[in-house]
């Protein structure tokens, strides 16, 4: 059975964007929550994701109305799984997406900072930093009551209302 793969990095990276050096080192030290393919809370945060990427996502990036712009996907690894990870995006277009990988892959090979190219259709979430608050992180929210304590207040503390 195939389970939902995300990075602890996914959630820490809104955090450390200002400081490239130690996103490498962070991304290598950061865990992995596993949800299972059909985990409905996930899933609905994914599709909350999708339903807003065109209508707010997309807008802002157009509109340049933000910072620290990220897509997260889902990557087709070889166990037959996803692996869902943060993306800064480089090209977006109605085919394809081509962005550098903001966390250090578990289950497929790659590395932070590589180029990687995907579907729009592979989006699992989207991010944006607008006067001090992430906007998006849908699926982070959702991964709020298993991640430590602190980290998770943190993000609170930082998460703009949803659309």
């Known amino acids: 059975m195939s389970a939902f793969r995300s990075s602890l990095a996914c959630l820490c990276i809104g955090l450390c964007l200002s400081l490239p050096a130690a996103l490498h080192a962070q991304a290598q030290d950061d865990a992995v929550v596993g949800y299972e393919t059909g985990d409905t809370k996930m899933n609905a945060a994914i599709g909350q994701a999708r339903a807003t990427y065109e209508s707010v996502f997309i807008p802002a990036v157009r509109a340049r109305s933000g910072s620290q712009f990220m897509l997260k996907a889902g990557i087709d690894t070889p166990a037959d799984g996803l692996e869902h990870i943060w993306i800064a995006p480089i090209s977006i277009s109605a085919q394809k997406i081509t962005g550098t990988l903001m966390n250090e892959p578990v289950h497929f090979k790659a590395h932070v900072g590589d180029e990687i190219t995907f579907a729009p259709n592979q ?38 209302p949803l659309p």
């Open 123 to 160: 989006i699992s979430d989207w991010s944006f930093r607008r006067d001090g608050k992430l906007h998006g992180n849908y699926t982070t929210r959702v991964m709020l009551p298993d991640i430590p304590a602190e980290q998770a207040a943190n993000l609170r503390a930082q998460l703009a």
